[in-house]
């Protein structure tokens, strides 16, 4: 069995500046109550799968391939600092994002959705709400003040693939590995 999850990688740039939040807010006071994500293990979800048998990515990259066909490549923008479930008790730390043009991140989302949904995958229970994760909370006993609607600077991406990614933990944390790249578009992938 994999541990999966389908997601958009972000460009050197997006990730330059969400290090430089990550490193920032590292220094808060509370910073040391977050686990933060390192620069290189950023990215952005649309569909966590779990455990995945192996043969199930098959079906899964042929449904994805046929739900992303008509989604063009687009641009995301990376947005402002907030928390999941609330900014002011945050359980993660995250920055928005913006797509041009608007709503086709969520339609991509939904794409995933029916391509996991057609592979066998439960329904996803939660709304997509496209995010780069930041970091995660390690312990609640300390308050978490984020800067209030503060934005990040300029970093546009292109959005031009989906990728499969295997997660495989370790104590050192999380390592993610492409399995495969579904361009968007039914572009063929590089």
Same mark, same amino acid.
């Given at each position: 069995?994999?541990?999966?999850?389908?997601?958009?990688?972000?460009?050197?740039?997006?990730?330059?500046?969400?290090?430089?939040?990550?490193?920032? *807010?590292?220094?808060?006071?509370?910073?040391?109550?977050?686990?933060?994500a390192p620069a290189e293990a950023l990215h952005v979800t649309l569909r966590f799968l779990?455990?995945? +048998?192996?043969?199930?990515?098959?079906?899964?990259?042929?449904?994805?391939?046929?739900?992303?066909?008509?989604?063009?490549?687009?641009?995301?923008?990376?947005?402002?600092?907030?928390?999941?479930?609330?900014?002011?008790?945050?359980?993660?730390?995250?920055?928005?994002?913006?797509?041009?043009?608007?709503?086709?991140?969520?339609?991509?989302? #939904?794409?995933?959705?029916?391509? +996991?949904?057609?592979?066998?995958?439960?329904?996803?229970?939660?709304?997509?709400?496209?995010? *780069?994760? *930041?970091?995660?909370?390690?312990?609640?006993?300390?308050?978490?003040?984020?800067?209030?609607?503060?934005?990040?600077?300029?970093?546009?991406?292109?959005?031009? #693939?989906?990728?499969?990614?295997?997660?495989?933990?370790?104590?050192?944390?999380?390592?993610?590995?492409? *399995?495969?790249?579904?361009?968007?578009?039914?572009?063929?992938?590089?």
């Open positions: 069995m994999l541990r999966t999850f389908l997601a958009l990688e972000i460009g050197d740039e997006a990730r330059r500046v969400a290090a430089g939040w990550v490193e920032r *807010l590292r220094r808060e006071p509370w910073g040391d109550a977050v686990r933060w779990g455990a995945t +048998a192996e043969d199930r990515v098959a079906s899964l990259v042929t449904t994805l391939r046929r739900e992303t066909a008509a989604i063009a490549p687009f641009t995301v923008q990376l947005g402002a600092v907030s928390g999941f479930p609330h900014p002011h008790r945050p359980r993660v730390v995250f920055l928005g994002l913006d797509d041009e043009p608007a709503g086709v991140l969520v339609e991509l989302a #939904a794409a995933t959705e029916r391509a +996991a949904r057609a592979a066998g995958f439960a329904p996803e229970t939660r709304p997509f709400h496209g995010h *780069l994760t *930041l970091g995660r909370r390690r312990s609640s006993r300390r308050p978490l003040r984020l800067p209030d609607g503060e934005c990040a600077e300029p970093a546009p991406f292109s959005a031009d #693939a989906v990728v499969l990614f295997r997660s495989q933990r370790s104590a050192a944390g999380a390592t993610y590995t492409p *399995l495969e790249r579904i361009a968007l578009g039914g572009v063929a992938s590089p």
